[in-house]
């Protein structure tokens, strides 16, 4: 009997430390990213999560060390934070001494929990600084002789150097006018493209850091770098616009060498530089493509040993250093490849290869062929109703490239300086017979990581989802462009702003928008006006609107919802305050009705509009509506950053906003002057109308809808927040009945006709086939993609009740035509997942919290009696037992975990 005790309680003790198994921390990342190398941030700021195999964790605690080397000796251990006690996991800074330049630090990171436990110290993660002080930049800027017509070739420059001792480690520290490719003794830097990237150039100009240790070697070295116009130099937007930022391509690249006896070298871009533009890339344009002329390749040109005799000394200018900035984004890769599904001829002949996807990049040539073989490859998102190659939506932009043939055994290509938006091919000139191992298209985006997932049981709904993803992916090139493919690819603010909660549910666009937002604020101009495209290349006549300017305020309080991060704010608050003071010039009497206005853009009108069904909204009162909108957010922005006396100002100013437009625009039974869905949309979701005049008004766009055979009439201000509205006043189903639509116009309509991406219009392509007007109509375009944030929230019903997910709100929506759906979300706490299955008369909700958070619950049409989780009532789990029953639903506050409910449905 002892022997048996003894064996019992040894189980209990074993099984209870099992149960009670310490916590662990994983996934480290620094401002926003992960092991980022070449930051600036004086104080970065550090995330993590935790995991544990039990349930209703919260860390209480934490402590974090700083160290130059990974093993954290006690000698290079810079700061300890000692025990914290605080829950915070995401964004805590660093609060140790002054970081200095080119240095890479590692840190690790404990926590405490709420069960008495802490865990061991993290694995290691590192960042490293770039330049802290510009006053270390020793490079000059170099501009290799080069012609100052509007198409030239792209320039090629070199630099000869020894190193004489065993090396420890190298970075490289570049920027450039014009895009760049960087090369080390023939090897190419990093695995970046497009760099620097675009943003306002005069005042900001981002440079990359590389790690090139294993490229450099004892002795003679080589350093080469090919030049192309890129944004800097090439056409933008229309007519005569290029060279906006200069029409001379230049390069400024600093080499920092440190040898294992300790002392280190310098090598600069200088005058003894050596430049020609007699390369094999003889044109490159963003809109245009790119023509290699492979017979023209100079061999070795970038490794030593090679002759530069006939080369041409490099020019120094005189160009600041003032606006370099270290990268602040992600950068933008070779993300994956595509193989064609299809190749074929048209009826005319035309040889198509069909990748199956509109996609954005470029395509990977290899083959075999003789000297002088020119291959032209020109790019389409779709082909006409008669199955022909079709490219007049591309405008002005000739989308080509060509390749001549050296005469090789066998050879490669792909383009180096600019990116096409494309499904189809077309080939001319292939030698022999065309086969799919011959092409391969090659997916270009800003490497952002993929954050969100939506899946349901019905296939188009499934496909739109994809779609929404590969808009986004196409768009997110280091800038949020409107599209791809013609000549226009600007970063347009409205687009940006309308899908901006949508882009971060799919992927994690915190550092790509902390970048672009601080564009917008350095093009922003003197009298707090906002250009409609960032960075900023159009005429200012068209700058201002509503809608397109309130990017200004609206993306980074969408940001800060999502991430928790108040920089967003901070760094964008003053933006804010000049755009408010703008508005407020051109208002009278607060009212906001002069100026120009994008207004509701493409919008719904039929073709023969003969009795006024076409969808016109009053462009000052949506312009009132965002003036309110922006005035709101501005107040609680001041309230979040202690700016209590701003605070009070802008409460006081968005009462005036809203008294001035319900005595403009609404008549005294509630009725809006514009009676359209958009109208109605936005004085419902910014709350315009007296709350006792919200309900009806709520009747009335259910009325229109309904009038119009139940479909929407919404352009790009009213589309994103429609079924948000409907959902807030009660009409979910109606919701429904919009996004399960087949017909035009609708969501699904595209999906119908073949669309693997968003449209630009509701009937890009018509149900005879036929296009909308070629002028503006890219089949690529995310902007009608914002209803995926309604489906993340609302139909799957994973939301945020805190900002950064702190705290989560769980409430899906279920509608019969929809069985299934289940989203999931990585958060910087863990993953979360919301989801429902209804079958057999049963209704199955599936919720997973991550640990450091908690989540409020709402189970549909059902009271806490009928709930069973775990083959349990609720009601018989003490974790459970703040059930109650509210509004026909059940609400559950839940901790960490995953639950799967199930009651009769």
């Given at each position: 009997m002892k022997k048996f005790s003894l064996l019992f309680t040894v189980f209990f003790v074993s099984a209870g430390i099992l149960l009670s198994k310490a916590p662990s921390v994983y996934d480290l990342s620094c401002e926003h990213k992960i092991n980022p190398v070449g930051i600036d941030t004086k104080s970065p700021r550090f995330s993590w999560k935790i995991f544990a195999q039990d349930v209703d964790l919260l860390q209480t605690g934490y402590a974090i060390r700083v160290a130059t080397s990974p093993d954290f000796s006690k000698k290079s251990i810079i700061w300890e934070s000692g025990k914290v006690s605080d829950d915070q996991s995401v964004l805590t800074p660093y609060q140790g001494p002054a970081l200095k330049s080119g240095t890479r630090y590692f840190w690790q990171v404990k926590i405490w929990d709420n069960k008495g436990r802490n865990s061991s110290w993290s694995k290691t993660a590192f960042w490293e600084t770039g330049f802290m002080d510009k006053s270390e930049w020793k490079a000059k800027w170099i501009v290799p002789l080069q012609s100052e017509e509007r198409e030239m070739p792209a320039l090629m420059v070199r630099?000869?150097?020894?190193?004489?001792?065993?090396?420890?480690?190298?970075?490289?520290?570049?920027?450039?006018?014009?895009?760049?490719?960087?090369?080390?003794?023939?090897?190419?830097?990093?695995?970046?493209?497009?760099?620097?990237?675009?943003?306002?150039?005069?005042?900001?100009?981002?440079?990359?850091?590389?790690?090139?240790?294993?490229?450099?070697?004892?002795?003679?070295?080589?350093?080469?770098?090919?030049?192309?116009?890129?944004?800097?130099?090439?056409?933008?937007?229309?007519?005569?616009?290029?060279?906006?930022?200069?029409?001379?391509?230049?390069?400024?690249?600093?080499?920092?060498?440190?040898?294992s006896d300790g002392s280190s070298e310098v090598i600069i871009s200088d005058e003894s530089w050596k430049g020609t533009q007699d390369g094999p890339v003889t044109m490159n344009s963003i809109y245009d493509g790119e023509t290699y002329d492979a017979r023209k390749k100079i061999p070795g040109w970038d490794m030593p040993g090679f002759d530069d005799d006939p080369w041409q000394l490099v020019e120094v200018a005189n160009h600041s250093i003032d606006n370099l900035i270290a990268m602040e984004t992600v950068p933008v890769k070779r993300i994956e490849e595509l193989e064609a599904v299809d190749i074929f001829r048209t009826p005319n002949g035309t040889l198509v290869v069909d990748f199956g996807q509109n996609l954005v990049g470029w395509v990977k040539l290899t083959f075999k062929g003789k000297e002088g073989t020119i291959i032209t490859v020109r790019h389409a998102e779709v082909l006409d109703k008669h199955g022909e190659f079709y490219t007049e939506n591309l405008r002005s932009a000739d989308a080509t490239m060509r390749y001549i043939s050296r005469g090789e055994d066998i050879e490669?290509?792909?383009?180096?300086?600019?990116?096409?938006?494309?499904?189809?091919?077309?080939?001319?000139?292939?030698?022999?017979?065309?086969?799919?191992?011959?092409?391969?298209?090659?997916?270009?985006?800003?490497?952002?990581?993929?954050?969100?997932?939506?899946?349901?049981?019905?296939?188009?709904?499934?496909?739109?989802?994809?779609?929404?993803?590969?808009?986004?992916?196409?768009?997110?090139?280091?800038?949020?462009?409107?599209?791809?493919?013609?000549?226009?690819?600007?970063?347009?603010?409205?687009?940006?702003?309308?899908?901006?909660?949508?882009?971060?549910?799919?992927?994690?666009?915190?550092?790509?928008?902390?970048?672009?937002?601080?564009?917008?604020?350095?093009?922003?101009?003197?009298?707090?006006?906002?250009?409609?495209?960032?960075?900023?290349?159009?005429?200012?006549?068209?700058?201002?609107?509503?809608?397109?300017?309130?990017?200004?305020?609206?993306?980074?309080?969408?940001l800060y919802q999502i991430y928790g991060d108040v920089?967003?704010?901070?760094?964008?608050?003053?933006?804010?305050?000049?755009?408010?003071?703008?508005?407020?010039?051109?208002?009278?009497?607060?009212?906001?009705?002069?100026?120009?206005?994008?207004?509701?853009?493409?919008?719904?009108?039929?073709?023969?509009?003969?009795?006024?069904?076409?969808?016109?909204?009053?462009?000052?009162?949506?312009?009132?509506?965002?003036?309110?909108?922006?005035?709101?957010?501005?107040?609680?922005?001041?309230?979040?950053?202690?700016?209590?006396?701003?605070?009070?100002?802008?409460?006081?100013?968005?009462?005036?906003?809203?008294?001035?437009?319900?005595?403009?625009?609404?008549t005294t039974r509630g009725r809006l002057i514009s009676g359209t869905q958009t109208a109605y949309v936005l004085a419902l979701h910014f709350d315009m109308l007296p709350f006792e005049l919200r309900e009806q008004a709520a009747l009335r766009l259910v009325d229109n809808i309904k009038s119009y055979g139940k479909h929407l009439t919404t352009g790009f201000l009213g589309t994103p927040y429609l079924c948000q509205v409907l959902t807030r006043f009660g009409h979910t189903e109606l919701a429904f009945d919009l996004l399960l639509r087949e017909a035009y116009p609708s969501w699904l309509y595209p999906v119908k006709m073949?669309?693997?991406?968003?449209?630009?219009?509701?009937?890009?392509?018509?149900?005879?086939?036929?296009?909308?007007?070629?002028?503006?109509?890219?089949?690529n375009h995310y902007a009608y993609?914002?209803?995926?944030?309604?489906?993340?929230?609302?139909?799957?019903?994973?939301?945020?009740?805190?900002?950064?997910?702190?705290?989560?709100?769980?409430?899906?929506?279920?509608?019969?035509?929809?069985?299934?759906?289940?989203?999931?979300?990585?958060?910087?706490?863990?993953?979360?997942?919301?989801?429902?299955?209804?079958?057999?008369?049963?209704?199955?909700?599936?919720?997973?919290?991550?640990?450091?958070?908690?989540?409020?619950?709402?189970?549909?049409?059902?009271?806490?009696?009928?709930?069973?989780?775990?083959?349990?009532?609720?009601?018989?789990?003490?974790?459970?037992?703040?059930?109650?029953?509210?509004?026909?639903?059940?609400?559950?506050?839940?901790?960490?975990?995953?639950?799967?409910?199930?009651?009769?449905?």
């Open positions: 630099k000869d150097f020894d190193l004489n001792k065993k090396i420890l480690n190298a970075r490289a520290y570049v920027s450039s006018h014009g895009l760049y490719i960087l090369s080390i003794n023939g090897q190419r830097v990093g695995d970046q493209v497009m760099t620097p990237g675009w943003t306002s150039y005069e005042k900001r100009l981002q440079y990359q850091v590389y790690d090139v240790t294993t490229l450099l070697k004892e002795g003679s070295n080589t350093l080469g770098s090919m030049l192309g116009d890129g944004w800097y130099r090439g056409t933008l937007a229309w007519e005569d616009n290029w060279g906006i930022y200069g029409k001379k391509l230049g390069l400024l690249c600093q080499l920092q060498i440190q040898y490669e290509y792909e383009p180096l300086f600019t990116f096409f938006g494309f499904r189809y091919i077309s080939v001319d000139g292939f030698p022999g017979e065309l086969k799919p191992e011959h092409v391969k298209a090659i997916v270009v985006h800003s490497d952002m990581a993929t954050t969100g997932s939506f899946h349901s049981s019905h296939p188009l709904i499934n496909q739109l989802q994809k779609n929404i993803v590969w808009g986004q992916k196409g768009n997110f090139l280091d800038v949020p462009t409107d599209c791809p493919q013609r000549d226009e690819r600007l970063g347009w603010t409205g687009d940006a702003q309308v899908f901006g909660r949508t882009a971060a549910f799919n992927m994690n666009v915190a550092a790509f928008f902390t970048k672009w937002l601080k564009d917008l604020s350095a093009d922003q101009l003197e009298n707090g006006i906002v250009p409609p495209v960032i960075p900023n290349v159009l005429v200012n006549n068209i700058a201002g609107s509503a809608g397109w300017a309130d990017a200004a305020t609206i993306i980074p309080w969408d920089q967003f704010l901070e760094n964008q608050y003053e933006s804010m305050q000049a755009w408010l003071r703008y508005i407020e010039s051109q208002s009278t009497d607060n009212l906001w009705n002069k100026g120009f206005h994008f207004g509701d853009w493409l919008f719904f009108r039929p073709n023969d509009d003969v009795d006024g069904r076409a969808a016109v909204t009053d462009k000052y009162m949506i312009a009132q509506c965002f003036w309110a909108r922006s005035t709101q957010i501005a107040m609680q922005t001041a309230e979040l950053l202690g700016k209590k006396e701003d605070a009070n100002i802008y409460k006081e100013r968005l009462q005036a906003i809203k008294k001035a437009y319900i005595e403009e625009y609404m073949g669309a693997t991406t968003i449209w630009e219009r509701w009937d890009g392509q018509k149900p005879d086939s036929t296009f909308q007007n070629p002028g503006m109509n890219s089949f993609g914002a209803i995926g944030d309604w489906m993340y929230s609302v139909v799957a019903g994973l939301d945020l009740a805190e900002p950064g997910f702190k705290k989560i709100k769980i409430h899906p929506h279920i509608d019969r035509r929809l069985p299934s759906a289940k989203a999931s979300y990585e958060s910087y706490y863990g993953t979360i997942e919301s989801g429902y299955e209804l079958k057999d008369g049963s209704l199955k909700v599936l919720v997973k919290i991550p640990h450091n958070t908690t989540a409020q619950v709402r189970l549909p049409n059902t009271s806490p009696e009928r709930v069973i989780e775990s083959g349990k009532p609720i009601l018989q789990n003490r974790r459970f037992e703040n059930a109650r029953f509210e509004n026909e639903d059940t609400l559950i506050e839940l901790g960490s975990g995953s639950y799967i409910f199930s009651y009769p449905y």
